[in-house]
């Protein structure tokens, strides 16, 4: 290894480290019991590791190596503090007389240890901000100006919420654990939530002048195969089917310039098959166990979608009733607004419009922009043109986002 140079181990590590360190810091962390103190950690293991393994090889399981040298960096900073807390020597002590056995560092001891991770960042006891962040931070990796240029946060603001999250994991004593069987669907649920906003977030940003932004939903995709190989529950399988189904049509919903393209005028050719197939490979499997719920459905809905080869051909009937279920197993405004979509395009706008305005009546959505927009488009294609421009100009004026707003400007120009 001596003929190695110095930049060739560098980026030997840095491979290393794309690869395997949230598996070393997930494992960390359950053996030092402490966020801040694993993130020093992680980062001491790894700066050894430039200069070690230039001399010694790189080791047969670098995982195990780096969270061994890890722990031993952990223990070497816990004593320096000792003279400023006399609880520290107690807690090297503690450390240094573990067995390596009593940190499984095996695969699956590894896996097991993302598993934790993630519900940990995800309990249900901390804030949903927090929860997304703190996700995002720990599980993904990604930097804190990371996260907050993503939802358009101050740096500052969010280290705060990241900070505050850790304290509460900590003084609450929060289980480092996977929930119990009985507290799984619960807890499950916390965490789907969570995977799925941030999704929602790279695939339709929610301001700003791109579309999308494919680190997010890249990230959720990558987070939501994690749990499937971790905890293949239906559910989980029914979030992944909708975001590859979603994902398969992301080439196609903007043009060159950045504009958007309607579901309706996409070029369905360049939809990517293999996600597509993969997706409704995972409905018929979430579907199949009968124990699926809103994530499955939505799922279901998105490949009735993916299978039609042209807007003519979409089974209009077969929507409208996996929205019938989905009402009733998840009730919201917005599931009755996506149902009176799907209504006009089976039984005409008229039909879609009378729903649309029992739904807008009801006042959940009037600050939603996209009831505003789905009302106007139907009052368009009626030949309804002052009602239409009414509600593009309330829609604007609630949207935050560059290309939604440009084909609202459109569409009230050809209005004119």
Known sequence: MRDQTAEQMRELVDDVYRTESRRVFATLIRVLGDFDLAEDALHD??????DQWAIDGVPDNPRAWLVSTGRFKAIDAIRRRSRFDKSMPILAGQLETETRDEYDLDDEGIEDDRLRLIFTCCHPALPAQARLALTLREVCGLTTEEIARAFLTAPSTLAQRIVRAKAKIRDAGIPYQVPSREDLPDR???VLQ??????????????GEALTRSDLSGEAIRLARLLNQLLPEPEAMGLLALMLLHESRRATRSTPEGDLVLLEDQDRTLWNRELIDEGT???????????????????AISAVHAEAQSPAETDWNQIVGLYDVLAQVNPSPVVELNRAVAVAMRDGPAEGLARIDTILEQGELADYHLAHSARAELCRRLGRESEARASY????????????????ERRLASLQ
């Open 393 to 408: 100009e309330r829609a604007l004026s609630l949207t935050q986002q560059g290309p939604e707003r440009r084909f609202i």
């Open 188 to 190: 499950l649920d916390t």
């Open 45 to 50: 293991a790894f700066m050894s590791a430039v």
């Open 281 to 299: 490979a995972l409905v018929e499997q979430a579907l199949a166990s009968r124990r699926f719920g809103p994530y499955t459905l939505q799922a």
């Open 194 to 207: 969570v995977i799925y906003l941030v999704f929602n977030e790279g695939y339709s940003a929610s301001s």
